[in-house]
């Protein structure tokens, strides 16, 4: 029963797998016809040693902090305020979600029309009211928190809908007995809400987790890795490496660095959930 | 009395940060609906224009620019069709496989199928690529359906999987008493139970083909080009026509965000691979 799909599953991700691992060690030519010429350990050397790469998983990591870690923040505490509120929960949650949905493409086209200089909205409103007034993804700073921005925009919606769904199912006798017991809101949320939802939102940070590295289309689009590299994350450095320079072999080198990482993020998916499997 | 009053100013400023969150979310994608349907002079001016005569334009401009833009719709509904179709049928028998089936090796593979779900896109399309090179299949649709199936169908699988597990096993095995045969439980018994499963699986596949720029950008030649590369291309050196680009993101929008709604109930099942009911 299982076969068919895992037979195409293993064609279309274990052969380009080795693929790529034989590629990262010949330097890879596609004049011609594709042609490979052995490399030895060149790729990987120049990984280790290229400042250029050294410099973008620098900025990946920052990136990626600064997403996740933001998310994490503003989604948990707007699920809280959902939990909260009385009445329209319902409809407030289908409208916080809608920009899950939207492709990323969109969103970082979107974001660069609300930041036009000239005739974005955002950008009017930081103007007319003086709290910032140069080109917003012109400047290294503020375009690294435009797009971090963007994908806080895209993807905080995510953590609140999984937090919220593990709030909903806490034990309500809980809640009740402290309430009852006088316990303030703060008390309430580290004594009780926090412990009680802990597995979910661990869950909700590994999704994210995995994500933050998959996708890059929302900088592709918005700022291309620009201005002066400043928000070139590893994989649109992958990418130039690949497909604009054509170095097609040292690429390799850099996607399998990549794909380490998500290894290990998928392994503690993994944990987390044997560990939610045991705890019923 | 006083308790009563307390609570009610709690809600009223929850009720505010609610608001401010809802500004926060909504305004870009109100202002992209605005902007695409607003004459261009109205677009490109250095104050936002709120009051304007709607017009539909820059989606009548969409059309027949003579960019093919009806054939990119096509190719987008194919591409993320077929690989959704293809996806969730195998997905279906191989996720009920491995939730029943009991063998040595069963967490490597499971462990297989989610890493190549996580997989970096960056990462997959590299040597994909090249072998498309070698096979001649770039800028054809098939291509594009088998870029899409490396992350549909363990997608498919894991999530199918999930939901096959929370069936409880004695309804097969009653079935099985009966003289019910395999095949027969599964397609009678087993199958219209987990049938919002499919559904939210199936939806989520679109969504992810549907919306994925990487892998077209990459791939597409004329012949199989998608939706979200029509919005790219209006960047130009000479300036972005921003009416028909609010347009295309609208048209690529809506129907993603209609379809994800429809499944709510289910969404943090499907979008946590499982992890959260």
Known sequence: ?280 | MSRTLRATTRQVILYILLVIVLLWILVPIVWMLLSSLKPTNAIFSSTPTFLFVPTLQHYIDVFTSGNGFSSYIVNSILASGISTLISVGLGCFAGYGLARAQFKGKDNLAFWIISTRMAPIAAVILPLYIGFRYLHLTNTLTGLIISYLTFNLPFAIWIMNAFFSDLPISLEEAARVDGAGRWQTFWDIVLPLVAPGTATTAILCLVFAWNDYSFAQTFAGPNSQTLPLSASQLITQTGIDWGQLTAIGTIVALPMVVIGLAVRRWLVKGLTLGAVK
């Open chain 1, 1 to 280: 029963m299982m076969l068919p799909a895992l037979i195409l599953l293993a064609a279309i991700s274990i052969i380009p797998f080795l693929y790529m691992i034989w590629m990262s060690f010949n330097t890879v030519s596609l004049f011609g016809g594709v042609s490979f010429q052995w490399a030895g350990l060149a790729n990987w050397v120049q990984m280790f040693t290229d400042p250029d790469v050294k410099s973008s998983w620098l900025i990946s990591l920052i990136y990626f902090v600064a997403t996740v870690g933001v998310e994490m923040i503003l989604g948990i505490a707007i699920a809280l305020l959902l939990y909260e509120i009385t009445w329209g929960k319902n409809i407030a949650l289908s409208l916080i979600i809608i920009p899950m949905f939207i492709a990323p493409v969109i969103v970082g086209l979107l974001g660069r029309f609300m930041l036009d200089p000239t005739y974005g909205l955002y950008s009017w409103l930081f103007k007319s009211t003086h709290i910032y007034t140069h080109p917003i993804l012109g400047e290294q700073v503020s375009a690294f928190v435009s797009v971090v921005l963007m994908d806080v925009w895209e993807w905080t919606p995510l953590i609140t809908l999984i937090t919220l769904a593990g709030l909903v199912s806490m034990s309500q006798e809980v809640l009740e007995a402290a309430k009852v017991d006088g316990a303030s809101y703060l008390a309430r949320l580290r004594h009780v809400i926090f412990p009680l939802t802990t597995s979910v939102i661990v869950v909700a940070l590994l999704i994210r987790a995995m994500d933050a590295i998959r996708y890059f289309d929302v900088i592709w689009l918005s700022t291309a890795g620009g201005p002066a590299d400043s928000t070139k994350i590893i994989p649109l450095r992958l990418y130039d490496e690949a497909f604009r320079f054509f170095h097609l072999g040292y690429a390799a080198a850099i996607g399998l660095g990549m794909l380490a990482f998500s290894i290990i993020v998928a392994n503690l998916f993994l944990a987390a959930l044997k560990r939610r499997e045991v705890a019923g």
